[in-house]
């Protein structure tokens, strides 16, 4: 095809031709309009969009003339660069040595990566580039790779970067090969790295631009906006309001694939066996025999992925005053063994969503491009090499459960977690008392999931003054708080969850858990402050001993009232 229009004048006829030939021949061979990385000049095919807006593009910020093969476009790969991968594995291991080092990567992680016959080929050439001539000890690649890293590590703006590789070139010796911007060296490292899209989001979380919204500049539900508005009240286009940072999560998982330790690693599970009975690895719980059992097709090939998600708000800003909460959105598999499953680096985050406010109920908003890659990941995605085995498979993967503190479990799960019906066991049931004096809600029934003969059961001073003859209520089924939700039960569900989108989501028989962390952090602090009377953490005070007077219980704790102060008679916890 031809490509001399390129180098035309962007105002040319023979530009506006070549840009609208270019455009049909990635749609016929893509079979598709939407999701296409961008090449102009600043999205470098970094980015992907839809027909329309790479039209724009092109015509607007120009065609990266550096672009020759169009392989991210349907164009077959020229076999003149397979040439240079002809090298031996410890070549390629000593070689990539120093990204192991930097990025947190081990021997293991570099495997077959030969089923993709592009994606290193550029990085590989710079990896056998001296960074100056004459020079042993670095290569154009790990030069850049240790300064990016710098960058990332000081928090360093594309502006600083720039300078500082501009003065690093001046000092080296001549005929150094040090990129001269952040932008070129963005272009060298794109390779060792996979892509990302960045949506613009409405302000008030209503909607995604994307797919039926991806033209619109105004949100069709609250009518504000898509562009963040300056100091001086005049609308900054271009400049979007809001942004999510959305990582598709199925083209790494077939990179993983392609590492033929790890390959080997996430079919551990499959040759384990329980020799005691007890529950030592997801493997063993009833969710992941659910899903064998329901789903054999899906069960029989280990290589299958069962995964958890994972969310929580964080400040990025050091400032402890700022209120800023960025929501990262962590998939976690279940597949690797223990020692490996929690490992930073088979962490894998998926969404990233800026704050200044918290999504909250409105997150399933952002979730919906990854529960779409999910529904794909069910159906199957052909054309996945396993290294290990030496073979192409269809892989699929289910989401077994959600991992979050409490008030993230309401955000995800769709469940009331304040109020007088806060527990998502107990529902409308829930044993729930306002303490007149603390001006809090408590929950003191949890005597009743104790055994029926338990002595605890009918002690009533060490209690609420009553004995307990409860029994535990049964835990709903997904299918029953589905039929709740829908027939708009709205005391103690405030939303259908999106992950009710998934086929096999309603099955599960636990969908949503507690992380142990924030339960042992806050209750050991609440225990450690009242024990040891420290201020502002101690939960014993005059309130506390009023509501216990209220609730006709331990009446001797009642304060004693003097002339000059309130004195509160020590309790058996006191130090």
């Known amino acids: 095809m031809d490509k001399s229009w390129m180098h035309s004048d962007r105002r040319s006829k023979g530009y506006e031709l070549g840009v609208e030939a270019f455009l049909n021949f990635f749609v016929e061979n893509l079979l598709t309009t939407t999701h296409i990385r961008c090449p102009c000049v600043k999205c470098v095919n970094l980015k992907l969009f839809g027909v329309g807006i790479i039209r724009d593009h092109l015509y607007f910020n ?10 991210f476009h349907g164009e077959p790969w020229e076999a003149t660069t397979n040439a240079s991968r002809n090298v031996e594995e ?20 570099f495997g077959d990566f030969g089923s993709d016959p592009y994606e290193f080929a550029n990085v590989i050439g710079d990896g056998d580039q ?51 911007s952040m932008y070129e060296a963005k272009k060298t490292l794109c390779a060792l790295g996979l892509s990302y899209e960045k949506m613009h989001a409405c ?3 209503c909607i995604l631009y994307r797919k ?22 005049i609308l900054k286009e271009g400049v979007p ?124 908003v952002y979730l919906e491009p990854l529960i779409d890659d999910l529904k794909s990941l069910w159906d199957g995605i052909g054309g996945v090499y396993d290294a290990h085995n030496g073979e192409y498979f269809t892989l699929r993967a289910a989401l077994m459960r959600t991992i979050n503190d409490f008030p993230a479990y309401g955000n995800l799960s769709g469940c009331v ?101 924030h339960i042992e952090k806050n209750v050991c602090d609440s225990i450690i402050g009242t024990l040891l009377e420290i201020p502002g953490k101690n939960k014993d005070g005059i309130a506390a001993r009023l509501d216990l007077l209220n609730m006709g219980v331990k009446s001797d704790l009642q304060p004693e009232y003097g002339e000059r102060r309130t004195r509160l008679p020590p309790g058996p916890w006191n130090l």
């Open 90 to 109: 410890d070549d390629d291991h000593s070689r990539y040595s120093f990204v192991s080092k930097e990025i947190e990567m081990d021997d293991n992680d």
């Open 241 to 364: 309001a809001k942004v999510v940072w959305y990582f598709p999560p199925i083209p790494r998982f077939k990179r993983i694939f392609r590492s033929h330790e790890t390959a080997k690693s996430l079919t551990w599970h499959a040759a384990r066996k329980s020799i005691d009975g007890y529950m030592s690895h997801p493997a063993d719980s009833p969710s992941w025999k659910l899903l064998d059992d329901k789903w054999p097709e899906f069960g029989n090939e280990p290589r299958n992925l069962r995964l958890a998600l994972s969310s929580d708000g964080f400040n990025p800003h050091s400032s402890l005053s700022s209120r800023y909460s960025c929501w990262p959105v962590i998939l976690v598999t279940y597949n690797l063994p223990p020692w490996l499953c929690m490992k930073r680096k088979f962490m894998m985050l998926t969404l990233l969503i800026s704050g200044p406010k918290q999504p909250g109920n409105d997150i399933d």
């Open 203 to 205: 302000p008030n979380d």
């Open 130 to 180: 001296p960074l100056y001539p004459g020079c042993r000890k670095y290569t154009k690649l790990s030069a850049l790779v240790k300064l990016y890293n710098l960058k990332a590590k000081y928090g360093m703006s594309d502006v600083c970067f720039t300078e500082l590789l501009i003065l690093q070139g001046d000092l080296l010796p001549e005929g150094n090969t040090i990129p001269a």
């Open 417 to 517: 977690v304040i109020g007088y019906k806060a527990c998502p066991i107990c529902g409308d049931d829930t044993p729930s008392h306002r303490l007149k004096n603390g001006h809090k809600i408590c929950y003191i029934g949890h005597r009743k999931w104790l055994p029926i003969n338990h002595p605890y059961r009918r002690q009533r001073a060490a209690f609420n003054g009553k004995p307990e003859y409860g029994t535990p209520p049964e835990l709903l089924t997904g299918e029953e708080v589905l039929h709740m939700v829908e027939d708009g039960d709205r005391v103690c569900w405030k939303k259908k969850s999106i992950f009710f989108d998934l086929e096999y989501w309603k099955y599960l028989p636990v969908r949503h858990v507690l992380d142990v962390m």
């Open 62 to 71: 120009g065609v990266d003339q550096s672009y020759k093969n169009w392989t």
């Open 212 to 233: 039926e919204y991806e033209d619109l500049t105004h949100c069709p539900n609250c009518g504000i906006s898509r562009w963040k508005e300056g100091k001086d009240s």
